[in-house]
Nanobody
Framework: QEQVVESGGGLVQAGGSLRLSCTAP?????????MRWFRQAAGNQRELVAT???????NYADFVKGRFTISRDNADYTVTLQMNSLKPEDTAVYYC??????????????WGQGTQVTVSS
């Protein structure tokens, strides 16, 4: 695998749940630092949803606090986003962003292709 790949999007009714997954490729000499989920609704800018660092510390945008949970598995290079109590305004394409860093401090980020989440009212 050479690309960041997301899965788990779909159509759900308001109040329902979805679980997004993202798998990142292993990069020789690089570790993964932060893993993030962004989203972009039609006509809007891409916005940060949640972040998890290599130690498992998390941060959430105010508009998802208490409803979404981000987690990661460092051994499998995966990050998930559990989304509960979904609202129509959560409708967007969700993107996974992975930060790589090497022992010299050189880093770069990779994006997935996005997965569509649609919440009907």
């Amino acid at each position: 695998q050479e690309q960041v790949v997301e899965s788990g999007g779909g159509l759900v009714q308001a109040g329902g749940s979805l679980r997004l997954s993202c798998t990142a490729p292993k990069r020789s000499t690089f570790n993964i630092r932060n893993m993030r989920w962004f989203r972009q609704a039609a006509g809007n800018q891409r916005e940060l949803v949640a972040t998890i660092n290599s130690a498992g510390s998390t941060n959430y945008a105010d508009f998802v606090k208490g409803r979404f949970t981000i987690s990661r598995d460092n051994a499998d290079y995966t990050v998930t986003l559990q989304m509960n109590s979904l609202k129509p305004e959560d409708t967007a394409v969700y993107y996974c962003n992975v930060e790589y860093i090497d022992s010299d401090g050189f880093g770069f980020a990779s994006w997935g292709q996005g997965t569509q989440v649609t919440v009907s009212s």
